[in-house]
């Protein structure tokens, strides 16, 4: 399951009209509201993660830009403050990429960003909350 996370930016003159209804009814979509700034007559903004099949996500954007919504993909990463990390380990034992190990015998606990998916089950089980998700906006084009 392809589950993007995206930035919408409504022109005022659609805010009135039910285009995430349609979304989710026309091409099989879930989403999950994150953040929402939408009132009548006013831009507005929707943080929204879509989820489903990605040639169905891809079909749902194109829908979205034909109905005047400019939209922006939100890529996640993962950081580790190297200043908190105390190298508990706590995190490894949920990472299921193998981008947070121990490494013996030195009992090291290096960040691999190469290996990690942005999962963020690392992140509540930190204990300095060392972890984080970075939200980085990638404007898609038309």
Known sequence: MHTPI??????????DQPIICHLVRKFDLDFNILKADILLQQEGFLVLQLMGHKENVTKG???????????????TSMRRD??????CGACTGVCPTGALSVH?????????????????LCVPVCPVRAMQVSLDPITLAA
Do not use: H, S, W
């Open 104 to 120: 013996q015998p030195e009992m090291a606990i290096p960040f691999d960003p190469k290996k990690c998916t942005a999962c963020g």
């Open 82 to 87: 190297d200043n908190k990390c105390y190298e």
């Open 6 to 15: 995206y930035v919408l930016k409504f022109p005022k003159e659609i805010t």
């Open 61 to 75: 954007l194109a829908y979205l830009r034909d109905q005047g919504v400019v939209v922006e993909n939100l890529a």
